[in-house]
């Protein structure tokens, strides 16, 4: 029997996959078909609510110079039912434009729902925390 645990992870895992290609379908297909789906990253303008706001973000992140991969090194999984969520804590490496290279500490909180077996992402938040 697979853990539950580890079927959140790799959905987890499977939408920091998608983000580093360049299919935006391929990131709409891992939420939930439901108008109030959310996504809200760390830069203003990272910011979706529903599908087609998702896939017009989608598109502009799969199009954006450079890369953005993270690091974590702490996710911490709560299931309750078919809902998940997981309050994650790593180290962001951004690649700019022009080979500037960023290293800066990242949170996330995600909501997942198990639908048909399979765990789907609802809600994203995240954010670069800065200096006290």
Do not use: C
Request: aromatic share 8%; proline share 5%; glycine share 8%.
């Amino acid at each position: 029997m697979v853990n539950p645990v580890d079927e959140v992870l790799r959905a987890f895992d499977d939408l920091d996959r998608a983000t580093e290609g360049s299919d935006p379908d391929k990131i709409v297909r891992l939420f939930v078909d439901d108008p109030d789906i959310t996504f809200w990253g760390s830069g203003i303008s990272e910011q979706a609510v529903g599908r087609s706001a998702l896939r017009a973000l989608a598109k502009a992140i799969a199009g954006a110079p450079g890369s953005f991969e993270i690091e974590w090194e702490e996710r911490r999984v709560s299931i309750r039912d078919d809902v998940a969520w997981v309050n994650a804590r790593g180290t962001a490496r951004w690649v700019q434009e022009g080979g500037d290279v960023r290293v800066l500490p990242y949170r996330l909180t995600a909501i997942l729902l198990r639908e048909a077996d399979e765990w789907l992402w609802h809600t994203v938040n995240g954010s670069e925390p800065q200096p006290d």
